[in-house]
Structure formats: C-alpha cells, structure tokens
C-alpha cells in the first residue's frame, strides 16, 4: 500500500487566483495521477504526471489551467490556475499499487467565491 | 473508450439488511474491477477488487460478482452497519504493459439507518 498526504486538504479562495496542492508519497513511485470530484459527482482523471517528462493531460484539461509539476518520485504538484467558481471541487492525488489497484490522499476541497 | 454504468445511484437500507450496488461496462477488453468506498471527507479506498478470471470473491460481509458475458459486476454487502455508510464506486480498467487508467462509475450513496 502507499501513504499519500496532500496540502492543503481545504481553502476557500478568491476568483482569478491560483492555488497549488501538494502530494507527497511514502513510497517512490512512477505514475501519479490527478483526480478531479465535482460536488456530488464521479471522479474525473485530469492528468498523469511521470517524473522526468510532461505531464498527460486527459481530453478536456489543458496545461495552462492545471500546470503539473513531478519534480522526483515521490512528490507532485498540481496548479489550479486563474480560479473561477466552476473549479470549485474536491482535487485527489493518486497512484498506482503493482496489482492495479489506486490509492488516494484525502483530497484538497477547495471553494472558489 | 471504455464506458462504465452504475445503480442505483442512492440506496437506503436499515441495518442488518442486505445491499446491491450494480455496475456494467462496455469494453469486453477490461480486466480488473475494483470497488472503492468513499467516506464523508475522505479519499476513496480500495475495498474489493475483481480480475476477469474469476466469477465470485468475498471477503467477510463484501463479495463482489463478475458475469463477462453480460458485462456487468455487482457489490454485495451483507448484514450492513451504519459504518458501511458511504459513498461506493465501481471501475473498470485494463491492466495490461504497467498502464492502469480506470474509469469510474458515478457512484452510490449508501445510507444505511440504525
């Protein structure tokens, strides 16, 4: 299994800003991923970050809005840029057991005013 | 790709009743089916998990079918608690070459009342 921590697990911040979130995994891993969990809905991948190399991002995400950043194996940042109320949302770091399996951190809910 | 449909949506039991949650995928290539349960404030947790060789595995109070030709896999919770309240996800993915993108269902909320 893995540990994984994220920061800051909420805030509530102001339109047009920038927030980034922090995982940190006890583990070194290859992949992580990035989840997004709109209030009462699914989860939806919005990138796979890999260190050493740009992240993945999934149809409908692009860069600019949520830079990524893998600097080593164990930690990731992920940018949620020029806020507006829509990206109001609960934002999950993830990786990736040997048998397939995901493990998540608690997640950062952020609320965009 | 690989399109996941789960119900029902909300399920209300009263303890000590039994809980179905029901899930069907359109991909027949999908391999591996996990089930995650995601409790108020917390990220979701691997509870059971299913791979396409086999049709049935439990653990204690959860089990989990597979029918590959239909396509569609089912949570079974047995003799439920108010703990078991939460919020429940299936996936479905295939785990081939050290890639493992799921998708998810939409989730059940689960209530279960004392």
């Known amino acids: 299994s893995a540990v994984i921590s994220q920061k800051p697990s909420r805030d509530i911040c102001q339109r047009g800003t920038s927030l980034t979130i922090q995982c940190q995994v006890d583990?070194?891993?290859?992949?992580m991923f990035w989840y997004r969990q709109q209030p009462g809905q699914s989860l939806t991948l919005i990138a796979t970050?890999?260190?050493?190399?740009?992240?993945?991002?999934e149809s409908g995400f692009v860069i600019d809005k949520f830079p990524i950043s893998r600097p080593n194996l164990t930690f990731s940042t992920l940018t949620v840029s020029n806020m507006s109320p829509e990206d109001s949302s609960i934002y999950l770091c993830?990786?990736?057991?040997?048998?397939?399996?995901?493990?998540f951190g608690e997640g950062s809910r952020l609320t965009v005013l | 790709g690989e399109n996941v449909e789960q119900h029902p949506s909300t399920l209300s039991v009263q303890e000590g009743d039994s809980a179905v949650i029901k899930c069907t995928y359109s991909?027949?290539?999908?391999?591996?089916f996990p089930w995650y349960k995601q409790e108020l404030g917390k990220g979701p947790q691997l509870i059971i998990d299913?791979?396409?060789?086999?049709g049935e595995k439990k653990d204690q109070r959860i089990a989990v079918t597979l029918n590959k030709t239909a396509k569609h896999f089912s949570l079974h919770i047995t003799e439920t608690q108010p703990e078991d309240s939460a919020v429940y996800f299936c996936?479905?993915?295939?785990?081939?070459?050290?890639?493992?993108?799921?998708?998810f269902g939409r989730g059940t909320s689960l209530i279960v009342h004392p």
């Open positions: 993830s990786v990736s057991g040997v048998a397939g399996e995901l493990f």
């Open positions: 583990s070194q891993v290859t992949m």
């Open positions: 970050a890999n260190q050493g190399s740009e992240a993945t991002y």
């Open positions: 991909d027949s290539a999908s391999n591996y």
């Open positions: 299913i791979r396409s060789n086999v």
């Open positions: 996936a479905a993915s295939l785990t081939s070459g050290g890639s493992y993108i799921p998708t």
